[in-house]
């Protein structure tokens, strides 16, 4: 028995255990807040009502050859189905969907740790990058609104699908090429953004892996992704939004500039709104918030320097995720906050390895040190 616990305790402290540690302190702290939660969002008002209305075997199958529960722009069955999960389990009670949002989120902190030991070659970025996405605020948001799981749910088999496609890329495990293309389909199942994968994976393999591999896994994502193009068409009888962009009509400059947010937060939103804020104030060097803001552009401004000096390929796979990602919702730019999440965790990962890189490149200085120091207290003076 002393043995086992001796075992678990070393696999705690390795980053699988650490990201469990992560998932089981985070669920903890979010179940008090699930006991208090409501249905969110006008767009579960409208779920909840159609559901009511038919929550039958047939109603399921439609979702997969038809529009998804909420409306008829979208083709989106797998989140379809999570609703329906819920209302049969919990009626219209908050908790219960806001319980499903928790485990998604939750089922998100094992993705990156996959996605940065197999992936990027750095375990330990994985659960730091857990910890980083619990901090942000579209994902602590998540489960008060149960209707932004399409972004939940799209974001985690996203970053699956990532992890086992760089696999593929690396060692050519044709299985891994199989499981990438697999969690595109769920993805696209979830929500449209996934359309853009493919561009993303362009990217990716010219940064990571020009060769045989990359053609095969490009030809196989844009061929799967223009096979649900074409299916999404017959069935809805629209190429996506229908007629959602009528009514949004944000203006391009509005939208650059939300984009332009995104990719360079915090600097961005600094420069704009926070430092000219000080402007003609007496005293602004003394102010808290202003050294606050100098801080968190430092952070942004490090992160990306500790990664360029460890792999100027990796931080391009990084900011294509964070770009990329983002572009499907520039026509809703600044709507909602949910649109912001799957950027985010390439936010996070940013960040994660940056820390971890930054540790790495630490570590012989502090362990020279340590020699240096023990050097100078041995006691080998002869008497």
């Not at 979010?30 to 038919?54: A, F, K, Q, W, Y």
């Not at 009888?237 to 391009?252: I, R, Y």
């Not at 060097?285 to 320097?305: E, K, S, Y």
Request: with cysteine; glycine share 6%.
């Amino acid at each position: 028995m002393r043995q086992r616990f001796r075992h678990i305790a070393r696999w705690l402290l390795t980053p699988w255990g650490a990201t469990v540690l992560i998932m089981i302190a985070w669920f903890a702290l979010s179940i008090p807040d699930l006991r208090h939660g409501t249905m969110g969002g006008p767009d579960m008002n409208v779920i909840v009502e159609r559901l009511e209305e038919d929550h039958s075997a047939a109603a399921v199958l439609s979702w997969f050859t038809g529009p998804w529960v909420q409306s008829d722009d979208y083709y989106r069955p797998l989140v379809s189905v999570l609703h329906w999960a819920d209302f049969m389990l919990w009626g219209d009670d908050g908790w219960g969907f806001g319980l499903t949002n928790a485990l998604i989120i939750a089922a998100t902190f094992p993705a990156l740790t996959w996605l940065c030991a197999e992936g990027f070659g750095y375990p330990w970025a994985g659960p730091v990058a857990a910890a980083a996405l619990t901090r942000f605020e579209p994902a602590a948001d998540m489960i008060h609104w149960p209707a932004w799981r399409t972004d939940a749910l799209c974001g985690l088999f996203l970053l699956l699908a990532t992890a086992a496609a760089l696999v593929w890329l690396r060692e050519g495990r044709r299985r891994s090429l199989f499981v990438a293309l697999a969690m595109l389909l769920l993805a696209l199942l979830s929500k449209e953004t996934a359309l853009v994968w493919s561009a993303f994976a362009a990217l990716m393999v010219l940064l990571m892996a020009r060769n045989r591999r990359g053609l095969i896994l490009l030809g196989a994502a844009f061929a799967l992704t223009g096979a649900f193009w074409l299916m999404r068409i017959s069935l809805l009888d629209h190429p996506l939004l229908g007629q959602v962009p009528q009514h949004v009509n944000f203006s391009t400059q509005r939208q650059l500039q939300c984009l332009l947010h995104i990719a360079f937060e915090p600097v961005y939103g600094d420069i704009t709104a926070t430092y000219p804020s000080f402007a003609g104030q007496s005293m602004w060097w003394a102010v808290a918030d202003l050294w606050h803001a100098v801080a968190r552009d430092a952070m942004f401004i490090a992160a990306n320097a500790l990664i360029a000096v460890a792999s100027l390929k990796l931080l391009g796979v990084i900011w294509a995720w964070r770009i990329i990602t983002y572009l499907p919702s520039l026509p809703f730019a600044g709507l909602w906050d949910f649109y912001y999440y799957i950027p985010t965790l390439g936010t996070a990962l940013l960040y994660a390895v940056a820390a971890v890189v930054l540790l790495q490149l630490a570590e012989p200085r502090v362990r020279q040190w340590r020699g240096e120091r023990s050097d100078n207290d041995d006691p080998s003076e002869e008497n």
